[in-house]
Structure formats: C-alpha cells, structure tokens
C-alpha cells in the first residue's frame, strides 16, 4: 500500500518530509499535487493524506485522510473555514493540531478524528542534541509569502522596529507581486 501525501505545493511542509520519514519502509511514500490524483494508477489501493484546504471532490483512494495543519488565513478566514466544513468531501478520518482546532471548525462527530501535533523532520531533532553557540539570523519565518497573506506587513513591521540591527530569514516563495 502506498500513502500519497497530497498538497497544492504552495507551503512549505517540514511536517511532510517528517511523515515520509516515519512511514518509510512500512509504506512507500510520495506526493502529489490534488490535480494530479485522477491519473495515479494505484490510487484506488492507496492511502490518500490531503495536507487541506477546499477539495470538495473526494478522491477514489482506499483510505481518505483530511489534515488541518492549520485555520484559515488571509482574506475571509471565517468563511473559508465554514466552506471546508460544509462543502469538503467526508473523509474516513480528521487530523487536527489540537481540540481547540478542531474544535473550531466544528464538523460533527461522524468521522474518526485524531490529534496529531506537527511532525518536525529528522534534521530539526539533530540541532536538540548539541549546543548551538551561534546562529546566522535573529528571525525566521517559513511559510507563504503573499498578498492574501499580507505578509508585506509583517515585513515592514519587522524593519521599523529592527532596521538593519537585526537578521531576517525568509524560507518560501514570494509571489512575484511581492518582488
């Protein structure tokens, strides 16, 4: 059996390379983006794990997981939140963060769910077992860099309190709206 970890490619996901790790040798892993699924010839067999979002259309997977990373963002949030929870296909199971994630989007009790806190990958876990005398920035942020986001706004916050005193990683693709 194969689980096929399925996201829009647009976030980065440490948590994924943490799941592949984990199952790697039990299942064989990969991902796919959700326009992709129609074409894969074992899907039918497989575990499907959508990393979520709006996917009203379920998949002909043996096995459906629906993952909440996280809540809505940018423009609507509310909205968008309320339209998975109507509108998203049933899967055989829920994974959520933590009760009060789940607990906000508020499907019925149906569904199997679990709580499953983030999968940190392998290389995060080395940094724990030694001590680290000196980092190469002050900041860091990984994730989505948009407009929907407003992620502009968190930079410019970043730059009227630090200016140039202090560092500022950056790990995602800007839109190029951004640049």
Known sequence: MKIYFVHEGKENYPEVGAYRSFFDGRYECAEAHPKELDALPDLSESICWMIMGFYPTRPKAKTLIHDYR?????????????AKRFFNATPDIRIFQNKEMADVMGFPAQVPLV???????DFVLKHTDSSIEKTD?????????????????MFDSFIKRYGASKTFHVYGTPEVSLL
């Open 137 to 153: 920035c002050d900041f860091c942020y990984i994730g989505v860099v948009s407009e929907e986001r407003r992620s502009h706004l």
């Open 70 to 82: 996280s809540l809505s963002v940018g423009t609507a949030p509310y909205l968008k939140d309320k």
């Open 115 to 121: 709580y499953l806190p983030m999968g940190v990958p």
